[in-house]
């Protein structure tokens, strides 16, 4: 198949290989071979031009539509071929067709994007494609469940149910359509390296038929780089490729100084207040020793194999300094920067990359800040947690992971290990996403991309995975890509975000604006575990403050999830507590400050545990204003109120999640206390946020999560509805 040479009759016969069903049709060379052919087809007639000089038919005048003879077939012709937009235009002939009855309208387009390679498209069809935008998108390819939730996603879904007394449409023809299109041996994947986008705009449901009355393939563009592939590895290989990188045995480094105290003299103090008891290589020309530690004059020298090194010296002198023997060394992290800045620097980095592969040297970097491990005692920021937590995170950005780091820390958040990789001109993005996948320690996943270098192999590693992990995702730069430079309808409705979106939906992927929105949601997924027979929609908001409550509600309404009334039975029950005026126990729980400090803090124990066995929601947010504690008497509940959180959730298992905010006024004494609090909460294992909004979005991300757990989790019950290639072993 040549794309280029497919006009609409030649785009159409390769639809038809692959069963999609289209109009009887013949191209003719001028009026006089229409009027003789056409009888051989059904009236009423169409008739378009063909024409590559032509993009848009319709906008040019060149489709004539409800013909009943061949003289109007013929005339029709004649006319069109004097239109200003098609005299001047080379023309390949008139495509006369039978004319499909009226139906529903639907248009199924795909094009080929650079970092995630082909996509598919589903939306309201017609004129309505572009004047209503009621469109979906998923990466190819697709399994039955991705077509089934397109299909689903369209505002004009009900249509197809027989919306106001209307026709009812088949949703079956539809599903078929889109996976004969990009489904994993459909048209699109088939010919992926020959097309860069599709249009079938309209595909008409009629009767019992699905109709492509148009369509237009966009050859591939003669610049499109094609997508690297990565080494596949198994996941015990990948855990072994990457731990001299998180559990290295010996560190060098190149940069430190006997004269100034540069980055690389830092690094080695942090890495011994840490508590790395490895083998330390400072790698000086001339100095016997730096930092009180032995140096050698150049890597090589080193007395034994290096599992790690940490480079800060210039650009220009790198190269050099890592040309060693193959197996000398495992992982060079270059910190120094000013190679994609010119393109000087350019051709240096790639003569680095060279020299790395040559001496079997993996790199991260350039331009990053260093890898972050607890357990294995390698770090790059002052101060940071030593306890080794479930989190991994990958990051292109140094600085943003000191924050994340830092900023985590006193949030309670703890990490397997985080990796800065800059630039990424060796190892990617996704090969440390893999390797947190295959590690038992991480929990759940963060990674900050700038650029995913292969979006494809993400996709691929996330749906293959047999361990499927929550991903929280921060991009950065993400309205930088713009609208593609498109020629169909499908390219203009794509603006660059459609990829990233329909990865979430089709992966066990979260997408976040921020650092507090990435770090919010990676703290829940530390503590929380994902529900797997029903989705997280119902909660119940508990605290001191009647407007924060009311706030809080709206807040969940606004994430669409219910903080509904409860029961009258389970009203009964609370309010038989004996509570002091000005409580509310209907959902939201509004217990003044006087309420809460009734026995000393351990009502709340009775509160939950007639919330726990009596309303079983799916989710308890609970909310404290600090400061309404102070100077109320000498009771001062907060400390038992989370050793009662701490003992109900011990008693009553974690299915039901719990999240605490505790809110500050952010005077130095409240926010000494709430950091306390933060710290015994942790130890709970409990999450805790600055206010309630925090939790209902989290609350909302968790459950899209759980979501697709599930849907996961049924897939595998029930494969014919998943692409059985695509669909891995829940573990």
């Given at each position: ?241 990457f731990r001299p990188l998180f559990f290295p045995k010996t560190v060098a480094v190149l940069g430190a100084s006997t004269k100034d105290v540069t980055i690389a003299n830092t690094f080695i103090r942090r890495l011994r207040e840490f508590g790395f008891d490895g083998d330390i290589y400072p790698i000086h020309p001339t100095a016997p020793e730096i930092e009180g530690i032995k140096a050698y004059p150049g890597l090589a020298d080193a007395p034994s194999d290096v599992d790690y090194t940490y480079v800060a010296i210039g650009a220009d002198r790198i190269c050099a300094s890592i040309d060693v023997a193959p197996g000398k060394c495992r992982y060079v ?399």
């Amino acid at each position: 198949m040549n794309p280029a040479s497919l006009n609409e009759k030649a785009g159409k016969a390769l639809l038809a290989q692959f069963g999609i069903d289209t109009p009887q049709s013949f191209v003719a060379d001028n009026a006089q071979d229409a009027r003789k052919r056409v009888s051989a087809l059904r009236a009423p007639y169409v008739v378009k031009v063909v024409s590559g000089d032509i993009l848009h038919k319709s906008d040019a005048g060149g489709v004539t539509l409800g013909l009943q003879s061949a003289e109007q077939v013929a005339q029709a012709i004649d006319r069109m071929s004097r239109l200003p937009a098609i005299v001047d235009a080379k023309i390949d002939g008139w495509l006369v067709e039978e004319m499909i009855p009226s139906g529903l309208e639907i248009a199924i387009g795909g094009f080929y994007d650079p970092q995630f390679g082909p996509m598919i498209m589903l939306g309201a069809g017609g004129i309505y494609i572009e004047l209503l935008k009621d469109v979906t998108f998923r990466v190819c390819p697709v399994s039955e469940l991705d077509a089934r939730n397109m299909v689903d996603e369209l505002q004009s879904a009900r249509l197809f149910d027989g919306f106001r007394g209307a026709a009812a449409y088949d949703r079956e023809r539809l599903v078929d359509a889109l996976l004969k299109i990009g489904g994993e041996s459909g048209l699109f994947m088939t010919h992926q390296e020959e097309i860069e986008e599709i249009d079938i705009n309209p595909l008409i449901h009629t009767g019992d038929r699905l109709v492509a009355a148009d369509a237009r393939f966009i050859c591939r563009k003669p610049d499109r780089v094609s997508l690297p592939r990565i080494e596949r590895r198994s996941d015990q290989q990948v855990l072994e490729h990457f731990r001299p990188l998180f559990f290295p045995k010996t560190v060098a480094v190149l940069g430190a100084s006997t004269k100034d105290v540069t980055i690389a003299n830092t690094f080695i103090r942090r890495l011994r207040e840490f508590g790395f008891d490895g083998d330390i290589y400072p790698i000086h020309p001339t100095a016997p020793e730096i930092e009180g530690i032995k140096a050698y004059p150049g890597l090589a020298d080193a007395p034994s194999d290096v599992d790690y090194t940490y480079v800060a010296i210039g650009a220009d002198r790198i190269c050099a300094s890592i040309d060693v023997a193959p197996g000398k060394c495992r992982y060079v992290q270059i910190i120094s920067s000013g190679f994609e800045d010119t393109d000087e620097g350019k051709r240096e980095q790639a003569r680095l990359l060279a020299t790395a592969r040559q001496a079997e040297i993996r790199l991260l970097g350039p331009n990053c800040l260093g890898t972050y491990s607890p357990a294995g005692r390698l770090t790059f920021p002052k101060d940071a947690p030593t306890e080794a937590g479930a989190i991994g995170v990958v990051s292109q950005s140094g600085g943003l992971s000191t924050d994340i780091i830092k900023r985590g820390q006193w949030r309670g958040l703890r990490f397997s290990g985080l990796a800065t990789i800059g630039n990424s001109v060796d190892v990617k993005p996704v090969e440390l996403l893999h390797y947190y996948l295959a590690d038992p320690a991480t929990r759940a996943i963060g990674m900050y991309i700038e650029d995913v270098k292969n979006g494809r192999e993400l996709f691929e590693v996330l749906r293959a995975t047999p361990y499927p992990k929550p991903v929280v995702i921060l991009r950065g730069g993400a309205t930088q890509q713009g609208q593609l430079a498109a020629q169909s309808h499908t390219g203009a409705l794509a603006s660059g975000q459609e990829a990233w979106d329909a990865l979430a939906k089709q992966t066990m992927v979260e997408l976040v604006d921020t650092v507090d929105e990435f770090i919010n949601l990676l703290l829940a997924l530390q503590f929380l575990a994902l529900r797997k027979t029903t989705p997280t929609t119902d909660v119940v908001l508990f605290g001191n403050g009647g407007g924060s409550s009311v706030l809080g509600a709206d807040a969940f309404a606004r994430s669409q999830l219910n903080v509904a009334p409860f029961a009258s039975s389970v009203v009964q029950d609370l309010e038989a507590l004996g509570f002091p005026p000005g409580t509310s126990v209907l959902n939201p729980i509004d217990t003044p400050v006087r309420s809460l400090q009734e026995k000393d803090g351990f009502i709340a124990k009775e509160i939950l545990d007639i919330v726990y066995e009596k309303a079983r929601p799916h989710a308890i947010a609970m909310h404290l204003n600090l400061a309404a504690f102070v100077g109320r008497g000498t009771s001062n509940p907060l400390a038992n109120l989370i050793s009662v959180i701490t003992e109900v959730r011990s008693e009553r298992g974690d299915d039901i999640h719990f999240l605490l905010a505790l809110r500050s006024d952010r005077s130095e004494a409240l926010d000494a206390m709430r950091r306390e609090y933060i710290e015994i909460a942790r130890q709970a294992g409990i999450a805790v946020y600055d206010e309630v909004i925090d939790m209902a979005r989290v609350l909302r991300a968790v459950s899209n999560l759980e979501d697709r757990l599930i849907t996961r989790i049924q897939a595998q019950s029930n494969p014919h509805l998943a692409d059985s290639s695509r669909t891995a072993a829940l573990v």
